[in-house]
């Protein structure tokens, strides 16, 4: 497998998705509040460059309280930040962000941020599966039965807004039919990698019982 390849097809579509998330917020702001964790602290949901950029604006001007989004709650939040300003009329100023804003349905929210959850989750599959296989020598002891089993690695976007909200976390099923259960096991695929983090990031996906 070509990594470079293998990535650049899963994020083919990732600016698209990630401003159209953020727009959705922008037009409908509350909405943050559903995404609080999205690139708070050391998460990466979002990487691409100009869209952190207007996510970033938008949720701090939610958090000053603001219920909408205009040229004028952007001129007051902006006021007091050259360096934000001088980015953001960079960037063609208000006209960008209404065309953009022109373009989305709040409604699809939660459906751009699952395109942009599952490139994250196929990014990690891939780069892990890809270091698996560059050493063979892992498997010179394992039986058919270890190397037949595939781990699955659990996507770090796994935020609480999933858990407390109970949202679906991969797409498909529907919002009120939520069924997973992640469980992290200790199996020979698990043994072989010897880094701490990326044995907690390998787990095996089941969905079971269905979760109001």
């Not at 751009?112 to 990690?124: A, E, P």
């Not at 058919?144 to 609480?160: G, W």
Request: glycine share 4%; aromatic share 10%; proline share 3%.
């Amino acid at each position: 497998m070509d990594l470079n390849k293998a990535i650049a097809r899963i994020e083919e579509n990732r600016v698209r998705a990630e401003a159209s998330f953020v727009f959705c917020l922008w037009k409908d702001p509350q909405r943050y509040d559903d995404y609080k964790n999205v690139n708070e602290g050391t998460d990466k949901t979002l990487i691409c460059e100009d869209q952190v950029f207007y996510f970033m604006i938008g949720r701090g001007i939610r958090r000053q309280g603001f219920a909408n989004i205009d040229n004028i709650t952007l001129d007051t939040y902006l006021a007091d930040k050259p360096s934000l300003r001088k980015h953001y009329e960079e960037l063609n100023g208000w006209r960008a962000c209404v065309a953009m804003m022109d373009l989305v349905d709040p409604e699809n929210t939660d459906s751009y941020y699952n395109q942009i959850s599952k490139m994250n989750t196929l990014k990690i599959l891939a780069t892990k599966y890809d270091e698996l296989l560059s050493h063979p020598e892992r498997f010179d002891d394992a039986t058919n039965e270890d190397a037949y089993r595939k781990p699955c690695i659990e996507c770090p976007q796994r935020t609480e807004y999933h858990k407390d909200q109970r949202r679906r976390h991969f797409s498909g099923g529907g919002q009120n039919n939520v069924r997973y259960r992640c469980i992290i096991r200790t199996s020979f695929w698990l043994d072989r990698v010897s880094d701490s983090s990326q044995r907690r990031d390998i787990a095996h996906h089941q969905y079971k019982g269905t979760m109001p």
